[in-house]
């Protein structure tokens, strides 16, 4: 589905992220872990055009992002963000945000709604506003905003980071099994190994802004590339 | 003073203050906007004179006005001068500088990532920057009342561009300095509680519209928009 090769990624006057080369399959799910600042977040921005390479390319189902209509894009995936993010609108307003920028019948709309609502159990929040909203309920929203897309890619930028523990393990655990039920092609960024090993295929690892290895956990875990890989392992919570 | 004069000024006033504003608001929304979400050489410059332009006082645009619009003046053959457009110009020139920098600091306060949650959920950028518009709402309708405020309330502009004429130019805050100077304390008074109640009912107006969409408490949206940056 996407091919990377060479590509560079500058914010702010510096290279934040150079990857040599990463293939990502249609289906998968990749999860992208490695230290705070290390260049995770700018990848997922890159792969949705919201940052644009200084240096080579990534090619989406054979022809380059660059050179696609941007907003036909766009629409084909769905972008997670850390926090929330929801609109001053009620929860259903919220949930069918993206689908009325791509102007989606209004039968259309409710159906989805009412399909992702209850998959991701925010069905009895419809009609509350976000602003009254738990930290878990809104992320639940967030996912269903993006899920009622059902978009070819979706991009989930450490979604569950401000959420306490047992929040946080029950909507890994229901994101898990959308993931897989859907078999829809997805980029995870994540702290945490465990959370990568258990919802991704293959994972990332990015160290000081160059993606230093791609492969499954116990490959990781057991050959790191280099010193960086190794040294970034060492300092996770065991 | 008649009383049918008394509403044919009360009327000049609102018809100047509100062309004036809307005026200001179709000038001042966009191009408050663009400054807000661009990202362009020069930017916080224009930023800066914009925000000067928030201070300006009237006496000095019914000058530069009255200069333009004098008789022997570069555009004094449009004959504008001591006419109601000319006041007009002149609390245009008075309101649009509020409107756009009060309308660039309300999206300026939203979550920056908010430009971005929306494009990623595919958004043009005619729906992004609705959105925007639609999640500032509070703050800009704050921005129209501070537009309209600053100009039912000069006297500078108005008198020097529209000339104070009686049954043509004349609006409140000028019918008020005229009686002043004549020492018509009563008709000045009476004057200024019609000028206050009618700027309150505006307001009043306005202030409804704001809060209807304010039925909760924001204070959760705040704390799950405020999770830290990366």
């Known amino acids: ?238 | 003073m008649f009383d049918s004069e008394i509403w044919q000024i009360t009327a000049l006033s609102i018809q100047v203050s509100v062309i004036a504003t809307i005026i200001s608001l179709l000038i001042g929304l966009p191009f408050g906007t663009w400054l807000a979400l661009g990202n362009f050489r020069g930017r916080s410059f224009i930023l800066s004179i914009i925000n000067t332009g928030m201070a300006l006082p009237p006496v000095v645009v019914g000058l530069v006005v009255a200069i333009m619009l004098w008789r022997s003046g570069p555009l004094g053959n449009l004959r504008l001068i001591y006419t109601p457009v000319a006041i007009i110009i002149a609390q245009t020139i008075i309101a649009a500088p509020v409107v756009t920098g009060l309308t660039a600091a309300a999206l300026e306060a939203l979550d920056p990532r908010l430009q971005q949650q929306l494009l990623g959920l595919g958004a043009s950028r005619g729906q992004m920057v609705w959105n925007l518009w639609r999640e500032a709402r509070l703050p800009l309708l704050a921005a129209l009342m501070a537009g309209f405020g600053s100009v039912i309330s000069e006297v500078g502009a108005s008198m020097m561009v529209g000339g104070n004429i009686r049954g043509q130019t004349r609006v409140l805050t000028t019918a008020i300095v005229l009686e002043t100077s004549k020492g018509e304390f009563g008709q000045a008074l009476a004057l200024s509680t019609l000028l206050l109640v009618l700027t309150y009912l505006i307001n009043l107006a306005l202030t409804w519209i704001q809060q209807r969409g304010r039925k909760v408490d924001h204070s959760a949206n705040t704390m799950l928009q405020s999770a830290p940056r990366k």
Do not use: C
Not at chain 1, 50 to 74: H, T, W
Not at chain 1, 125 to 149: M, P, T
Not at chain 1, 151 to 161: G, I, S, T, Y
């Open chain 1, 1 to 238: 589905m996407f091919q990377i090769h060479d590509l560079i990624i500058q914010r702010n006057g510096r290279d934040a992220l150079r990857v040599d080369s990463l293939d990502i399959q249609r289906g998968e799910t990749l999860a992208v872990v490695g230290p705070n600042g290390a260049g995770k977040s700018t990848l997922l921005l890159a792969l949705a055009r919201l940052l644009n390479p200084a240096r080579g390319e990534i090619i989406y189902d054979g022809k380059s992002l660059m050179q696609r209509n941007e907003l036909e894009y766009r629409r084909k995936i769905s972008f997670v963000f850390q926090a929330p993010l929801l609109m001053d609108m009620t929860v259903e307003q919220n949930v069918a945000l993206g689908l009325k920028f791509r102007s989606t019948p209004k039968e259309e709309i409710q159906a989805r709604i009412g399909k992702w609502a209850k998959q991701l159990d925010i069905e009895s929040l419809l009609k509350r506003r976000a602003g009254q909203l738990s930290g878990g309920e809104a992320q639940r929203v967030s996912l269903a905003r993006a899920f009622v897309l059902e978009p070819e890619l979706m991009l989930l930028d450490e979604p569950f980071a401000a959420l306490d523990p047992p929040t946080r393990a029950k909507l890994i655990e229901d994101l898990s099994v959308l993931l897989k039920e859907d078999s829809r092609t997805a980029v995870f960024v994540t702290h945490n190994l465990n959370e990568a090993t258990k919802l991704s295929h293959r994972i990332a690892v990015i160290v000081d802004g160059v993606l230093r290895q791609v492969g499954t956990a116990k490959q990781i875990k057991t050959k790191p590339a280099d010193e960086n890989v190794k040294a970034f392992l060492q300092e996770l919570p065991q």
